[in-house]
């Protein structure tokens, strides 16, 4: 993993990690949400990945984790249940099992309801199929992560933030029949939205993941034109502009990646 991924996911891993929880709004269309939601065999999905974890614990982590699991299912009281899966979430995060700790940041989004939960379950989801050496906690991740972003957008449609975790989501693991649905979706928001600054930066990161260098550097610089203080656009720029051979300027970017 080199420096600018790793950056994306501590910055994801702070996202996880903070404060947050607001208003209780719930939209007209979330019960679509969540019936799409119960389509997708959660229970199967999460008994799996938890038989093949759980083994792996120590007997003090494996003793904490029970506590915990035993604590949700003797209270009927959703704050002490959110409370909980909080403390769950951050334990199988700890323990380097983000696929598990995204479905307990799931729990707590599905009882919180707050586009906040729902958009730290998907982030958490992509830091597992990020993290994901098989393919099936790879396709379980990315699909939950979608759907978790989805239902912030559903809470929250004005949110440019929640469309573009949707749209990087799919650009990471692309739909067999439409591989270029998140690429697409990050241009349709990027016509939308010119100066938004993270439409900008996923472009660049896409650009570079693809070989277009000087799309993805003039995005960028674009993005630092509105966003000076953005590290990760100096990040990215920085691989852009060593691509392209311009040395000195990927220096500078670099330097700015590293400072920031």
């Given at each position: 993993m080199n420096k600018t991924q790793l950056i994306l996911v501590g910055s994801a891993v702070l996202l996880f990690l903070g404060l947050y929880f607001g208003a209780n709004t719930k939209?007209?269309?979330?019960?679509?949400?969540?019936?799409?939601?119960?389509?997708?065999?959660?229970?199967?999905?999460?008994?799996?990945?938890?038989?093949?974890?759980?083994?792996?614990?120590?007997?003090?982590e494996s003793a904490f984790i029970l506590s915990l699991e035993k604590q949700i299912a003797e209270t009927a009281t959703d704050s002490v249940k959110i409370a909980g899966y909080k403390n769950?979430?951050?334990?199988?995060?700890?323990?380097?099992?983000?696929?598990?700790?995204?479905?307990?940041?799931?729990?707590?989004?599905?009882?919180?309801?707050?586009?906040?939960?729902?958009?730290?379950?998907?982030?958490?989801?992509?830091?597992?199929?990020?993290?994901?050496?098989?393919?099936?906690i790879r396709k379980f991740c990315s699909t939950k992560a979608v759907q978790a972003f989805e239902s912030a957008i559903s809470i929250n449609p004005d949110n440019i933030a929640h469309k573009v975790n949707l749209a990087t989501a799919y650009a990471e693991n692309p739909p067999a029949d439409n591989p270029m649905k998140g690429v697409l979706m990050l241009l349709d928001l990027n016509?939308?939205?010119?100066?938004?600054?993270?439409?900008?930066?996923?472009?660049?990161?896409?650009?570079?993941?693809?070989?277009?260098?000087?799309?993805?550097?003039?995005?960028?610089?674009?993005?630092?034109?509105?966003?000076?203080?953005?590290?990760?656009?100096?990040?990215?720029?920085?691989?852009?502009?060593?691509?392209?051979?311009?040395?000195?300027?990927?220096?500078?970017?670099?330097?700015?990646?590293?400072?920031?």
């Amino acid at each position: 993993m080199n420096k600018t991924q790793l950056i994306l996911v501590g910055s994801a891993v702070l996202l996880f990690l903070g404060l947050y929880f607001g208003a209780n709004t719930k939209p007209s269309d979330y019960s679509k949400i969540e019936k799409k939601r119960a389509l997708s065999a959660e229970s199967t999905g999460i008994n799996s990945l938890l038989l093949e974890a759980k083994p792996e614990l120590s007997n003090k982590e494996s003793a904490f984790i029970l506590s915990l699991e035993k604590q949700i299912a003797e209270t009927a009281t959703d704050s002490v249940k959110i409370a909980g899966y909080k403390n769950l979430a951050s334990k199988w995060f700890e323990y380097n099992r983000a696929d598990i700790s995204g479905y307990y940041a799931e729990k707590v989004a599905s009882l919180d309801q707050t586009e906040e939960a729902w958009s730290i379950a998907g982030t958490t989801y992509m830091i597992g199929a990020r993290k994901a050496t098989a393919d099936k906690i790879r396709k379980f991740c990315s699909t939950k992560a979608v759907q978790a972003f989805e239902s912030a957008i559903s809470i929250n449609p004005d949110n440019i933030a929640h469309k573009v975790n949707l749209a990087t989501a799919y650009a990471e693991n692309p739909p067999a029949d439409n591989p270029m649905k998140g690429v697409l979706m990050l241009l349709d928001l990027n016509k939308a939205n010119p100066e938004s600054v993270p439409v900008l930066v996923s472009l660049g990161r896409f650009g570079i993941q693809t070989g277009q260098f000087d799309k993805a550097s003039e995005r960028l610089k674009k993005a630092i034109n509105l966003d000076p203080m953005n590290k990760q656009a100096h990040c990215y720029l920085a691989e852009a502009l060593t691509a392209l051979g311009d040395q000195a300027a990927a220096k500078d970017a670099q330097l700015k990646c590293s400072t920031l």
